[in-house]
């Protein structure tokens, strides 16, 4: 096993826990109870995938699917979902952002200078370490909460980064991939902090509810790599059939369409339309935002009418030829047996010539 995958894997998934374990003790602080901190238990997990991974692919990702990814949402949603819950119970003061601390910088000094007066270092750096987890906790909850949706989703793609790739995919398709989940990022941030802003929002537990779970839900994408990699498909008969090959060419693209309507767009739109429609909540922001859902599930539906008729034309022109349509997925092992058995067919035809011609001479002589 190489070191730098080694480290990559181990400095990834140490980087998850870390993160996850923080959250639990955002939701331990906030409900003043100890017993939240059996959700630390979640990690237990994503120490179990470290193990096999390093077992079995010595370090390197999956294919179509990254487990540590996964596991790392598993372990740091609950606490998402408590804490925003729980919003709303503490407050920063007269600005919006505003970071209380009631830990004065006397007393910062003087812990130091007892700390000078004590018998060795360790003690002034438990001193040290003590006073600024005291001015952690007197942050405010909604900073705190909000600095967790942003640490989260950026670990997210400075993860998938860092991970060992598997052989499956390359360093460009995982460059693509990055770039792709930078635009989520903003987009699901923008979609959790923009809408549970709202004053009516809070005040309806059950809709909070709602946009959390379409919060979770468009978070699914980002275990999965099918956004740049196509999947393969064998020149059998079945695969032959239009849909497969429809499948098999855009795969890569049918995938983004269905991202973009069914786990991103698509119920981002919905939730909008429905604090609009149905709650009257309007506001600039929320009708912007709305409209360039609409915009972006109607650019998906022409991208997907586009790539069907261009798709049924090419599969026309072919069966008028009378060309046999294989999946370009695997160009390799279709085009290789279809050029071997061409080959093989000249072979006998240069070998054996028409019979007409071998016996012409006979009836001559």
Same mark, same amino acid.
């Given at each position: 096993?190489?070191?730098?995958?080694?480290?990559?894997?181990?400095?990834?998934?140490?980087?998850?826990?870390? #993160?996850?374990?923080?959250?639990?003790?955002?939701?331990?602080?906030?409900?003043?109870?100890?017993?939240?901190?059996?959700?630390?238990?979640?990690?237990?997990?994503?120490?179990?995938?470290? &193990?096999?991974?390093?077992?079995?692919?010595?370090?390197?990702?999956?294919?179509?699917?990254?487990?540590?990814?996964?596991?790392?949402?598993?372990?740091?949603?609950?606490?998402?979902?408590?804490?925003?819950?729980?919003?709303?119970?503490?407050?920063?003061?007269?600005?919006?952002?505003?970071?209380?601390?009631?830990?004065?910088?006397?007393?910062?000094?003087?812990?130091?200078?007892?700390?000078? &007066?004590?018998?060795?270092?360790? #003690? #002034?750096?438990?001193?040290?370490?003590?006073?600024?987890?005291?001015?952690?906790?007197?942050?405010?909850?909604?900073?705190?909460?909000?600095?967790? #949706?942003?640490?989260?989703?950026? !670990?997210?793609?400075? =993860?998938?980064?860092?991970?060992? @790739? =598997?052989?499956?995919?390359?360093?460009?398709?995982? /460059?693509?991939?990055?770039?792709?989940?930078?635009?989520?990022?903003? +987009?699901?941030?923008?979609?959790?902090?923009?809408?549970? +802003?709202?004053?009516?929002?809070?005040?309806?537990?059950?809709?909070?509810?709602? @946009?959390?779970?379409?919060?979770?839900?468009?978070?699914?994408?980002?275990?999965? +790599?099918?956004?740049?990699?196509?999947? =393969?498909?064998?020149?059998?008969? /079945?695969?032959?059939?239009?849909?497969?090959? !429809?499948?098999?060419?855009?795969?890569?693209?049918?995938?983004?369409? &269905?991202?973009?309507?069914?786990?991103?767009?698509?119920?981002?739109?919905?939730?909008?339309? @429905?604090?609009? &429609?149905?709650?009257?909540?309007f506001n600039q922001m929320l009708v912007f935002f709305t409209a360039k859902n609409i915009l972006v599930v109607t650019l998906q539906l022409y991208r997907l009418a586009v790539i069907t008729l261009d798709f049924r /034309?090419?599969?026309?022109?072919?069966?008028?030829?009378?060309?046999?349509?294989?999946?370009?997925?695997?160009?390799?092992?279709?085009?290789a047996h279809a050029a071997g058995r061409q080959e093989n067919e000249m072979k006998e035809f240069v070998d054996f010539p028409p019979k007409e011609e071998s016996q012409a001479p006979s009836? +001559?002589?």
């Amino acid at each position: 096993m190489e070191l730098m995958v080694l480290l990559n894997a181990l400095v990834t998934r140490l980087l998850f826990v870390l #993160h996850s374990l923080i959250g639990v003790w955002r939701v331990t602080a906030v409900k003043k109870d100890p017993k939240y901190w059996l959700l630390a238990l979640l990690n237990l997990l994503l120490c179990l995938e470290t &193990g096999l991974t390093l077992k079995f692919k010595q370090g390197r990702g999956y294919k179509w699917f990254s487990p540590a990814i996964f596991l790392y949402l598993i372990c740091i949603v609950p606490s998402l979902w408590l804490l925003e819950i729980h919003h709303g119970t503490q407050y920063c003061g007269n600005e919006p952002g505003a970071v209380q601390v009631n830990v004065s910088n006397q007393d910062f000094n003087q812990t130091k200078e007892n700390s000078h &007066g004590s018998e060795g270092t360790d #003690h #002034h750096i438990i001193q040290t370490a003590k006073v600024f987890v005291n001015q952690l906790s007197t942050i405010c909850e909604t900073v705190w909460t909000l600095a967790l #949706h942003q640490t989260f989703l950026l !670990l997210l793609v400075v =993860g998938r980064w860092l991970l060992p @790739i =598997g052989v499956e995919i390359t360093r460009d398709q995982l /460059s693509q991939l990055l770039l792709m989940f930078v635009g989520t990022a903003a +987009d699901i941030l923008e979609f959790a902090s923009e809408t549970l +802003d709202i004053e009516d929002v809070r005040k309806n537990y059950a809709l909070i509810n709602a @946009i959390l779970a379409v919060w979770t839900w468009s978070m699914l994408q980002f275990p999965l +790599d099918l956004a740049v990699q196509h999947i =393969g498909c064998k020149p059998s008969a /079945s695969a032959r059939r239009i849909p497969s090959l !429809l499948l098999c060419r855009y795969s890569a693209e049918l995938w983004n369409i &269905g991202v973009s309507l069914f786990i991103q767009d698509g119920p981002f739109f919905i939730v909008r339309s @429905i604090l609009m &429609g149905h709650f009257r909540i309007f506001n600039q922001m929320l009708v912007f935002f709305t409209a360039k859902n609409i915009l972006v599930v109607t650019l998906q539906l022409y991208r997907l009418a586009v790539i069907t008729l261009d798709f049924r /034309s090419t599969v026309l022109q072919k069966s008028r030829k009378g060309e046999v349509c294989c999946c370009p997925c695997e160009p390799n092992e279709a085009r290789a047996h279809a050029a071997g058995r061409q080959e093989n067919e000249m072979k006998e035809f240069v070998d054996f010539p028409p019979k007409e011609e071998s016996q012409a001479p006979s009836k +001559d002589h």
